[in-house]
């Protein structure tokens, strides 16, 4: 996955086997996510990260 407008933009980061992820040091803002895996339909989110917590945003791809 790739974060591909906003803050934090050209970021990039794979899932583990049971499909979790995390970004590390990322400014706040708001930011567009696109979420992709052969086989599936592209999927992008937009996500506002407000401060140093713990956020979560969880996707579910489509096969195509």
């Given amino acids: 996955m790739e974060i591909v407008a906003g803050a934090n933009t050209g970021q990039r ?10 970004f590390y040091n990322l400014q706040t803002g708001t930011f567009t996510l696109r ?3 052969t086989g599936f339909v592209t999927t992008e989110r937009t996500f506002t990260l407000t401060g140093s917590q713990f956020n979560s ?5 489509a096969a195509s």
């Fill in 57 to 61: 945003l969880d996707v579910t791809l």
């Fill in 35 to 37: 979420f992709s895996k």
């Fill in 13 to 22: 980061t794979t899932t583990g086997t049971d499909g979790a992820y995390q």
